[in-house]
């Protein structure tokens, strides 16, 4: 055996490294051939040696191959076949089944021709399958294998394997216990399943359907899905593997086929339980083999995935750490496909815990690197947000914020720096293919999972649990709720979603990722109601309904892309309503409770989501084409409501675009909007055509029309005349002109603009105009920056009031006829008009009818009423401001003096406190005294001094002088110090004209003197123009010597003092009602304040001092 040993290891070595030689010595003479091979044949079955056997087998194979004929090959085939004959047992056939095998393995054809041309061997090849020893069945198996594997094996062999091998076959897999026995039948296995008619027959397809839905009918019967789940048990991965390979291999052929079998096994559970492992091959196989599985229904009823999710996820979880992409990617799609097809009504994340670790999972994969395997995380990531899958409060909104903020951000760093992107605005018009591919995938996977996030967000609205996390401690907020997350996701979309998107629109278009985007934008008005008005109007101010009908013209033709119109029209519907809303909003609060109003706005709001719901999807025409359509006219005798439709859907998107300040600066890869003169003529036609066909369109339609005329107006022609007339045709046939008003000058503008408008609804348009202003806005401006700041309301009026002074006696008109809001509003743009032009002249045409204003107030109104009313301090100072403006000296005419008395008994009914309504009052009476002639100022102040009440008034104002707490700054000048300077100007020109022109005096006042002189010795903080206004009265009673008909003076005590020298007391007689000391005192003080760096106050003091110095 040692001796035979040597030499066939020598003849070994020869062919392994000197074949040719001996090939040459030996192929020349076939004698010596077939008797070599004979002898070496023979010797298989003389020797028992394991490794003796090993060696002649390798030298017998390789012998062959190299002598590369055919004869030998049989002569091997024909020996074998009578040594399977001839043998005594089948264990002694061991050896002839290991040879055949090495030669099946090395010789490419010698499967065919071993079932072609000794077909017999296969009987003997059965025979040994069922002989009970393992090694003959694994050499057996292998043999098999390799006949399978051929496709003329399997064509001959195919009725063989379904009539005698199958069941043999499958009770052998069953019974193995070696691990060669196993590997060499699932190598045989793995060969059978490439063909279906084989799975058929392997899977027992003949049974009934219900035999198979049974799952107790495969306990008996040993088939193969038992097999299988049976090497699964197995603690090896190698077998683990191979079995589950298998399982893919029954799969693909027919999941919906197959799958139940597998399911009712049971073999997904211990599927699951194989990823816990470290080997790479058999995660690979149970990734596969699960997701051929998630194709069946019954994969998820059974409740395998909420068995195995968690599995799932630490194996997802330990693949992250190996450099392994393509696992990677698999791994994530099987993830991905449970989360798609997971039944609503099955929970799959029953553990809080185990859905954080998910989280954390695609929070790795999407910031992967590698590129491939972030898109498959970000589509899991769309698939995770679901309810069903986030519903088990409480829900994880923090983390979700994380992931859907990382997913935004990755998305967003594929995108091309912000310096390339004007290249690469131009370079995609001439190639959008140079565009990647791969980004706009990742692009459309992001926002199909910011899409889901926001339809989240809207579900959970109506599930009070998911409201907030129901475990956070009392008194103490949690971050964990539903308001933080739809806010967050209503921010990120305005940061990050919508400039990633039209920054992809600058280089390509893609229906799919658009259609997306506009759905998402569409679901986020819901996601956060308060917020639904501001961000509809961000939407439209950003030219997204242009770049909407831009899409559609682009995509929607011809009926092409109907998920893409529908999405797009469903967008512009809800945009339109929104801004609707927005816009109604002020007129319904106006309109303070009149439901009859409320519900007129309702019914035009249902009218227009019915308009919008049925043109919107059929308008797929460019700007161009939709302003051709505008201008359009029906046929005669036919009114075309298609057109209709179109026209009056395409006018509301021009009129929010207009509204919301679309100006075409945002997107500017799709270009301008619409060109001013070319609407206006559009509009202008469709106006003109709705007149002619004797058609009415609906006020909101009309008020689109209107608005898109005016706010064009300045930058087209003048409407002609037939316009004109059409318009106030129109006009006329409506109700009520508030129902196509629109809160914006350039619409006022255009009314007053054409005297066929203005004189026929000036009126109303302005009363409109005041009506809709907010009354406590313009409060809050006067009391911050004062009466005489210009009001932001009133501002965009004053050029129009500036260009026509004819305005200003409608809005006189409207002081008379409005409610006390309009007409204060009225009051105030008078008011900041007057203030801001002083080169209008138009104090003739404003006086008389201040005049008649003032007269319809005094006569309605009581004391009680007139100091309520706040119209009235605003129309006095209108008044003075009216005075302020005439030029020069004039003579008063009876108007003035109409005035004076009105004003004057206006000043007696109110009271010092009133100093809004004195104030304006003091200071046109006193301004009457001085801007005239002497013969009228001789009779003014004759009405004046017949006033009793007048100058009881200023009695009263005069002592309060001495009886109000002076202010605590020294410069602040209050509205009462202001009343008290008017007040004693007053008294002084009323002193001295009186004296001048020796006017009857009906009532006296009396002031004491002292408390003047001290006021002006001490000045007691008294602010300088109030010391300015006591000392020009001083100066005035000097000057009479205090001798006045109308003044009785109240001196200090003028007796002598034990103490005081009689000089003294001489002199204070001379000097009565004055004192010595009290003059001294005065002189010093006057001197003290001319120290003050004040013009004013310095000049008064000049003034003083001259006028004592002529009295002393």
């Known amino acids: 055996l040692v001796r035979k040993k040597h030499v066939l290891s020598r003849l070994q070595d020869a062919l392994a490294w000197q074949a040719l030689p001996l090939v040459q010595l030996l192929a020349p003479d076939e004698r010596v051939c077939m008797h070599l091979i004979g002898t070496l044949f023979g010797m298989l079955h003389s020797v028992e040696d394991s490794s003796a056997l090993n060696l002649l087998v390798e030298v017998l194979v390789r012998l062959v191959v190299e002598l590369k004929s055919e004869q030998y ?29 090495k030669l099946a393995d090395a010789i490419p054809g010698f499967a065919e021709i071993l079932v072609v041309k000794h077909n017999n061997l296969v009987d003997h090849l059965l025979m040994g399958l069922t002989y ?32 005698r091998l199958c069941g043999v076959f499958l009770n052998t897999l ?66 683990q593997a191979a079995s589950s390979h298998c399982m893919a291999a029954v799969l693909v052929h027919s999941p919906s086929r197959y799958a139940p079998a597998f399911i009712h096994a049971d073999v997904p559970e211990f599927l699951f339980e194989c990823l816990l492992c470290k080997s790479e091959i058999l995660i690979w196989s149970v990734y596969c083999c699960l997701l051929l599985l998630t194709e069946e229904r019954l994969f998820f009823s059974k409740c395998h995935t909420v068995y195995g999710i968690e599995s799932l996820v630490r194996s997802l979880q330990g693949v992250l750490l190996l450099n392994n992409v393509e696992l990677h990617k698999q791994g994530l799609l099987l993830f991905t496909e449970i989360l798609k097809r997971q039944p609503v009504e099955i929970k799959l994340f029953t553990n809080r815990g185990v859905c954080i670790e998910a989280i954390d999972v695609l929070m790795e994969t999407v910031n992967c690197p ?100 129901a475990f956070t401690a009392p008194n103490s907020e949690s971050k964990d709720t539903l308001s933080n997350f739809s806010e967050f996701l209503l921010r990120i979309c305005d940061s990050l979603c919508i400039p990633m998107v039209l920054s992809y629109l600058e280089r390509a278009v893609s229906p799919s990722v658009t259609e997306v985007f506009i759905s998402a934008l569409t679901t986020l008005f819901t996601v956060v109601p308060s917020m639904r008005k501001k961000f509809s109007k961000k939407l439209a101010s950003s030219s997204f309904i242009r770049l909407t009908l831009e899409l559609k013209a682009r995509f929607c033709s011809v009926q092409s892309n109907p998920v893409l119109n529908h999405t797009c029209s469903s967008f512009l519907c809800s945009l339109c309503l929104n801004l609707y809303s927005a816009i109604e909003k002020t007129r319904t609060s106006s309109l303070e409770g009149k439901f009859g109003e409320k519900r007129k706005i309702a019914l035009f709001k249902q009218e227009m989501s019915e308009l919008l719901q049925k043109g919107l999807p059929q308008l797929n025409y460019t700007i161009a084409e939709s302003l051709l359509l505008l201008s359009e006219s029906p046929e005669p005798f036919f009114l075309d409501q298609s057109l209709c439709s179109h026209q009056h859907c395409f006018l509301l998107l021009l009129y929010f675009a207009y509204t919301f300040g679309d100006s075409g600066r945002y997107i500017p890869c799709i270009g301008g909007f619409v060109p001013d003169a070319e609407l206006i003529l559009a509009v202008r036609n469709f106006l003109l055509s709705a007149q002619d066909h004797g058609d009415c369109p609906p006020p909101h339609i009309l008020r689109a029309a209107f608005y898109l005329l005016a706010v064009c107006q300045d930058k087209g022609k003048a409407l002609d005349v037939r316009s004109l007339s059409t318009i106030r045709r129109i006009l006329d046939n409506l109700p009520d002109l508030s129902l196509v008003y629109v809160h914006c000058p350039l619409l006022v503008k255009f009314f007053l603009r054409y005297p066929e408008l203005m004189g026929r609804f000036g009126h109303q348009v302005l009363q409109l105009w005041f009506s809709w202003e907010d009354c406590k806005q313009t409060e809050v401006e006067e009391a911050d920056f004062g009466l005489s700041d210009q009001l932001n309301s009133a501002n965009p009026l004053l050029p129009i009031l500036k260009s026509n002074s004819s305005i200003l006696l409608i809005l006189l008109d409207l002081v008379c006829s409005s409610s006390v809001e309009v007409a204060w509003k009225v009051l105030m743009t008078l008011r900041t008009f007057l203030e801001r032009n002083e080169d209008v002249l138009v104090c003739d045409l404003l006086r008389s009818r ?5 007269q319809q107030l005094l006569v ?82 004759a009405v004046l001094l017949s006033n009793v009440s007048l100058l009881e008034l200023l009695q009263k104002v005069l002592e309060c002088t001495w ?65 300015v206004s006591i000392m020009q009265f001083l100066r005035a009673v000097l000057r009479q010597n205090f001798s006045s008909s109308l003044l009785v003076v109240i001196g200090q005590n003028t007796a002598p003092s034990a103490t005081e020298p009689q000089l003294s007391s001489l002199q204070d007689t001379a000097l009565h009602p004055l004192a010595l000391q009290k003059v001294f005192s005065l002189v010093v003080s006057l001197q003290n304040l001319l120290v003050h760096k004040d013009l004013l106050l310095s000049q008064a003091v000049v003034a003083c001092l001259e006028t004592l110095v002529e009295y002393l």
């Open 132 to 163: 009970p020893n393992e090694n003959i069945k694994a050499a057996v198996c292998y043999l098999y294998g390799k006949l399978y594997s051929s496709p003329a094996g399997t064509e001959r062999l195919s009725g063989h394997f379904e009539e």
């Open 850 to 854: 201040f005049l008649q204003i003032l």
């Open 963 to 1027: 009886l109000w707490s002076p202010p605590s700054r020294l410069a602040s000048l209050s509205s009462e110090d202001a009343l008290l300077c008017s007040g004693w100007l007053l008294v002084a020109s009323l002193l001295l004209y009186q004296h001048r022109y020796n006017t009857e005096v009906h009532q006296t006042l009396s002031v004491d003197l002292t408390e003047v002189l001290n006021a002006i010795i001490f000045r007691n903080k008294k602010p300088t123009l109030l010391l």
């Open 860 to 941: 309605e109104s009581s004391s009680a009423t007139l100091q309520a009313n706040r119209n009235l301090p605003v129309l006095l100072s209108l008044l003075f401001l009216v005075q302020l403006r005439s030029k020069g000296i004039r003579e008063l005419d009876s108007t003035d003096f109409k005035l004076i008395h009105q004003v004057c008994n206006l000043c007696g009914k109110c009271r010092p406190r009133d100093t809004d309504l004195l104030q304006p009052s003091l200071n046109f009476l006193y301004w009457s005294l001085h801007q005239t002639t002497p013969c009228s100022q001789q009779r003014a102040v």
């Open 73 to 101: 090959l049989y002569c091997i085939l024909d020996e074998s076949q009578k040594e399977l004959c001839k043998a005594n047992t089948m264990r002694s056939s061991l050896p002839t089944f290991s040879l055949l095998g």
């Open 174 to 239: 069953g019974c193995a216990q070696t691990k060669e026995l196993q590997v060499n039948c699932l190598g045989l296995l793995k060969e059978l399943l490439k063909s279906d008619h084989f799975v058929s027959i392997l899977m027992n397809n003949a049974k009934t359907e219900e035999e198979t839905e049974n799952p107790d009918f495969l306990e008996g019967e040993n088939p193969l899905p038992l097999v299988l789940k049976k090497l699964l048990l197995t603690r090896d991965e190698m077998l």
């Open 370 to 469: 590698v590129l491939e395997v972030a898109v498959e995380a970000v589509k899991a990531v769309a698939a995770f947000l679901r309810k069903d899958h986030l519903s088990s409060p409480p829900v994880p909104y923090e983390e979700l914020q994380k992931l859907l903020e990382a997913v935004l951000k990755r998305c967003a760093d594929l995108s091309p720096p912000q310096s390339s992107k004007k290249h690469a605005s131009h370079s995609a018009n001439r190639n959008p293919g140079r565009v990647p591919q791969r980004q706009g995938q990742f692009l459309l996977n992001t926002l199909e999972s910011f899409r889901n996030a926001c339809r989240l967000a809207v579900e959970f609205q109506g599930d009070f649990m998911a409201q907030e996390n």
